[in-house]
């Protein structure tokens, strides 16, 4: 299971402990805020695209939406998410569970501005009912980033 990726990641770095797991869903940004007790807009979003032939991931903050003129000004592509099958093939994780950490090789990621207003964020950590509360600077660390893209709307 992809969670079982992400903490063995996260063991390596000694941080397995800060992976909360919960009895409840965390699949959408709702109800990872519900599980959380935090403002959904605090949800660290992790969304699935194909550019060209290359999977991409845009950490996104959860109360954005892509903005598809920014998206296609910045990648020369229109936004094409990936179907679940794929996102799982491509990625290595689940929708509802796709994040930053322990993907598989080829995968590219981003980080959108929409974060950059927040101490901290949420993303998953591979399943239905994960999380992790890193800084900013945690995340562009163990998110393995290749740069941070505005490619977002509805946040500022």
């Given amino acids: 299971m992809a969670i079982e990726k992400v903490k063995a990641y996260f063991r390596q770095l000694g941080m397995e402990e800060r992976v909360l797991e919960f009895t409840v869903s965390s699949a959408t940004v709702e109800l990872a805020a519900e599980a959380l007790h935090c403002e959904p807009c605090r949800i660290a979003k992790t969304l699935s695209f194909m550019v060209g032939e290359k999977p991409i991931l845009i950490v996104a903050a ?11 000004a910045r990648f020369g592509a229109k936004a094409k998410m990936l179907t679940p099958e794929e996102a799982e093939t491509l990625i290595g994780h689940a929708v509802g569970g796709v994040c930053p950490f322990a993907v598989n090789d080829g995968v590219t990621v981003y980080l959108d501005e929409s974060l950059k207003r927040f101490e901290t964020v949420f993303p998953a950590c591979g399943s239905g009912n994960s999380a992790i509360e890193l800084t900013i600077p ?9 740069e941070w893209v505005d490619v977002c709307k509805n946040w500022g």
């Fill in 138 to 146: 945690e995340l562009e660390k163990y998110s393995g980033y290749t």
């Fill in 62 to 72: 959860g109360d954005t939406k892509i903005d598809n003129p920014k998206y296609k």
